[in-house]
């Protein structure tokens, strides 16, 4: 149990690519950190060429950068050339050495933690987003702008609450009784897209390491959350939180802070037809 957790501690995995300005020159109101495979640039090129590309908002600065750990299958080397050479032209990659793989999305995101522990603590505000999103940056920093929102100890997204615990052994989520005994999950924020005031990161990192890790890494962030003592705060409207668009619907997607999509392409499409002509709802 403690050589696992032990792979868990982000302290144990170093940085081999980390060379964006940000929060070295650059201290923006929010970070937006997008964990993605090292093979997807695909992705990473939409996000660019859409919310990524929003970077002053209601005076506001936004930065977004990419976090990826190393190649573990394909041609490694080409592949890792890959990326170097991606981020020689844009500089907003940022690689950690473990094997990035769905076994380790829990330790790419106590990576992304440690990351913005060590390096972020002027930024007000984080999320970790998934590179399968449509984020309206816009209507997100009006939700963080709102009086009242607070500006620590703060993670909101789409929480999810008695989850019940997946124990068959053949699931993507498969959890141990050794990992987590009980029959379900503590609240916690879904992992497609959240948001947390940037002390929060700190906390999450210290706790990790003394809650057993688990490879869902949404739910293993809640059980965090409730050995710290500290609740999420639910979104002002749940539905700003959309699970899967697969068809257009402007006046949803206007009204949203994010959602899922199915691939990198109708980001681009959906995004060019929201900016276009035509009323938002």
């Known amino acids: ?27 923006p109101y929010l970070v937006l950190i997008v964990p993605v495979a ?13 919310w990524g590309n929003e970077t002053h908002i ?18 490694i ?11 020689r032209l844009y500089h907003d990659l940022i690689q950690s050495d473990f094997i990035d793989s769905y076994h380790n999305l829990t330790i790419k995101t106590m990576v ?29 920093v009006s939700m963080l702008k709102t009086p009242g929102t607070p500006t620590t100890i703060y993670i909101t997204g789409r929480l999810k609450n008695e989850s ?36 929060m990161p700190r906390r999450l990192v210290e706790i990790s390491k003394r809650v057993t890790p ?16 500290i609740d999420f705060t639910p979104p002002p409207e749940r539905n700003h939180f959309r699970l899967y668009m697969f068809e257009f619907n402007r006046c949803q997607l206007a009204k949203s802070i994010c959602a899922i999509l199915k691939t990198p392409a109708q980001l681009v499409s959906y995004w060019t037809l929201l900016k276009g002509p035509g009323p938002a709802c």
């Open 1 to 27: 149990e403690r050589i696992r957790h032990n792979m868990i501690y982000p302290g144990n995995y170093h940085f081999i690519l980390d060379d964006t300005e940000l929060c070295r020159s650059i201290h």
């Open 38 to 50: 090292p093979g997807n640039w695909k992705a990473r090129d939409a996000i660019r060429r859409t």
């Open 58 to 75: 209601q005076g506001e600065l936004i930065q977004t950068v990419f976090l990826l750990g190393v190649p573990n299958s394909g041609n």
């Open 77 to 87: 080397k080409v592949l890792q050339r890959n990326v170097r050479t991606e981020n």
């Open 112 to 140: 992304i933690m440690d990351w913005l522990a060590s390096r972020c603590p002027m930024v007000p505000y984080a999320m970790k987003i998934d590179s399968d999103m449509f984020l309206n940056v816009e209507n997100l």
């Open 164 to 199: 019940p615990v997946v124990r068959e052994k053949d699931s993507q989520w498969y959890v141990s009784e050794d990992s987590y005994r009980e029959k379900e999950f503590p609240t916690y924020a879904v992992g497609m897209g959240y948001i947390f005031s940037l002390d």
């Open 214 to 229: 688990f490879y869902v890494e949404d739910a293993y962030i809640g059980v965090c959350m409730k050995t710290l003592g």
